[in-house]
Every structure is written in C-alpha cells, then in structure tokens.
C-alpha cells in the first residue's frame, strides 16, 4: 500500500473517521530488560509500530514515550485504568489526532514499516487500511442499511451495482448479519439491536478491505450474549487482519486476545504475551492492575 498525497483525496468514512479535510515508575520498570525479553519484542515483524512515541494536548503530556510493536493476524488488547491513553494511542494510529486542536505528538507511527506521520501521506488511504470503530459505534441513522454498509466502499472507488451487491453479502455474512437483514437491506437501522449495530458497523469496515482493525470497548454497553457473539466473530477475523482493541473487562482480555498491554499514566508498562502477562506479571504496577488492588 502507497499512503500518498497525490491518491484520492475524497473523504474517508470508511468506518467511523470523520471526511477528511507523568506518574513514577516502579523498580520492576525502571529495571533494563533482559536481551531474552528484547529478542521476543522483536520475534516478529510488526503492522503497526509506535517509537519513544509521546502525544501533548494543549500543554498535557497525554503519553509519553510509547514504544510497542503490534504483530499481524493477532488480537492486541490494551488495558489500564481510566485516563491511561489508551484510547489516545488507539486514535493516533488511525491519525485521529489531525482532529483535535492543540495536539502535538513526538516520536514515531509506522505502518508495514511506512511513517504515519509524513507530511505527504494521503490519511483518507490510511483510514481505509486501519480501519477505527470507535466507541459508540457510528451508525448513521439517516442511512438505510445497505447504504451504511457501502458508504466507505463508494468513496473508495466501488464500480458496478453488481460488485456492490455481491461485497454487501459478503460483508454482512462475515459479521453473521446476512440472513438476519437480508429482507430489509432498505431500512434504515432503528430496527436493530445496539449489538447488531456493532456489527452493522463492523460490516461497514471489512467492506472496505482493511488491513489493521482498530476497536475501542467494542462490547460496551452490550449484554452477555452479544459480547460473545462479538468476541467469536473478532477471533475469527483474525485470520484475515490484524485487531487492536482496548477494554477494560479483563477477563475479555484473557481469553480472546493474543498480546497485552498494560497502560497507566500515559506510559506502557508491559507488552506480552497475553496468557504470560496474566500469570507471570513482571512489573508491580501491572500485578496490581490485574489483582484488582490500588496502584
């Protein structure tokens, strides 16, 4: 993919963008890691990538020095407590930040090993590639639910009423909306639950083609069964693109991500395997977190 100024410019609603136009560290923290650890951060090539990466909002150190690699086809869950960045750090990758006034950002984003930052780069491509649902999902209500479902495709160069058809199908069938919806293609969606929402608008960004989802409580507000419903459809997209989502229900954090990272006070305090960090916790801050004990 070519993030390039000089490609479409129109805007990029693929998903929910909008068109385009510090605390003290523990011992455990402070600690060098150990060329074993270092090695495993580096046992594969990462889709997305922040270096020493810090984000300054109106004078407030937001984050700070952010370095963490996010591997592909995987689900990476980022946790912490309320105000710890993590959505702030979900957005950039999505470069979110161009939207808020009086954000500056330090450091390094990279995609497959291309800048997010450049000057030249063409954010409404980006946007397609990583794709962002935010929190709540944006269902445009106006809209019926083909037209929710194709608007990103169209502005991206969607040809044919026939194609159109056949990339609706398959991207409500990958969210398990097809059968459901298939009669009332043409309503507009009051008529669905908030969780098929959340799916409508997950069909909304596959059908684009993304390569990198990104996802911010997607299961909030949702009841127990359409939280798994939501979980078992993330774990069978991961097959076909890389997730990143944040949440603050830790037990969905444990059993359907494969990395987690632990955030607090705007800084990364752990990055690990999931099942490791779990059960072996490194850092005092991050056994805290996860016992359920004040940090």
Same mark, same amino acid.
């Given at each position: 993919?070519?993030?390039?100024?000089?490609?479409?410019?129109?805007?990029?609603?693929?998903?929910?963008?909008?068109?385009?136009?510090?605390?003290?560290?523990?011992?455990?923290?402070?600690?060098?890691?150990?060329?074993?650890?270092?090695?495993?951060?580096?046992?594969?090539?990462?889709?997305?990538?922040?270096?020493?990466?810090?984000?300054?909002?109106?004078?407030?150190?937001?984050?700070?020095?952010?370095?963490?690699?996010?591997?592909?086809?995987?689900?990476?869950?980022?946790?912490?407590?309320?105000?710890?960045?993590?959505?702030?750090?979900?957005?950039?990758?999505?470069?979110?930040?161009?939207?808020?006034?009086?954000?500056?950002?330090?450091?390094?984003?990279?995609?497959?090993?291309?800048?997010?930052?450049?000057?030249?780069?063409?954010?409404?491509?980006?946007?397609?590639?990583?794709?962002?649902?935010?929190?709540?999902?944006?269902?445009?209500?106006?809209?019926?639910?083909?037209?929710?479902?194709?608007?990103?495709?169209?502005?991206?160069?969607?040809?044919?009423?026939?194609?159109?058809?056949?990339?609706?199908?398959?991207?409500?069938?990958?969210?398990?909306?097809?059968?459901?919806?298939?009669?009332?293609?043409?309503?507009?969606?009051?008529?669905?639950?908030?969780?098929?929402?959340?799916?409508?608008?997950?069909?909304?960004?596959?059908?684009?083609?993304?390569?990198?989802?990104?996802?911010?409580?997607?299961?909030?507000?949702?009841?127990?069964?359409?939280?798994?419903?939501?979980?078992?459809?993330?774990?069978?997209?991961?097959?076909?693109?890389?997730?990143?989502?944040? /949440?603050?229900? &830790?037990?969905?954090?444990? #059993?359907?991500?494969?990395?987690? +990272?632990?955030? *607090? =006070?705007?800084? @990364?305090?752990?990055?690990?395997? /999931?099942?490791? &960090?779990?059960?072996?916790? #490194?850092?005092?801050?991050?056994? +805290?977190?996860? *016992? =359920?004990?004040? @940090?």
């Amino acid at each position: 993919m070519v993030l390039d100024s000089r490609a479409r410019s129109a805007p990029g609603q693929c998903s929910d963008a909008p068109p385009c136009r510090g605390p003290e560290r523990s011992a455990a923290q402070l600690a060098p890691r150990s060329p074993l650890i270092q090695a495993q951060e580096r046992a594969f090539d990462a889709v997305l990538e922040a270096r020493e990466f810090s984000v300054f909002r109106k004078g407030n150190q937001v984050l700070d020095s952010i370095s963490l690699r996010v591997p592909p086809n995987r689900i990476t869950a980022l946790i912490g407590p309320s105000e710890a960045g993590k959505s702030t750090l979900l957005r950039c990758f999505n470069r979110m930040h161009d939207q808020i006034e009086g954000v500056r950002v330090q450091g390094e984003l990279e995609f497959q090993g291309q800048s997010l930052l450049e000057p030249g780069i063409d954010v409404c491509e980006l946007r397609r590639s990583i794709a962002l649902i935010s929190r709540p999902a944006a269902v445009f209500p106006a809209m019926s639910i083909r037209d929710n479902v194709l608007f990103g495709a169209r502005i991206h160069g969607l040809q044919g009423s026939r194609d159109g058809e056949d990339l609706l199908e398959r991207s409500l069938r990958r969210v398990d909306l097809f059968d459901l919806v298939k009669e009332q293609l043409d309503k507009r969606p009051h008529i669905l639950s908030r969780g098929q929402g959340q799916r409508l608008c997950l069909a909304r960004s596959l059908a684009v083609r993304p390569t990198v989802l990104l996802l911010d409580e997607p299961c909030a507000g949702l009841d127990s069964i359409e939280s798994q419903r939501i979980e078992l459809l993330l774990r069978e997209l991961s097959t076909d693109y890389s997730t990143v989502l944040v /949440t603050h229900d &830790l037990h969905q954090a444990r #059993r359907l991500s494969d990395y987690t +990272a632990f955030l *607090s =006070g705007g800084r @990364l305090i752990e990055f690990r395997e /999931t099942r490791s &960090l779990f059960l072996e916790p #490194r850092d005092l801050q991050t056994q +805290a977190y996860i *016992s =359920g004990r004040p @940090l």
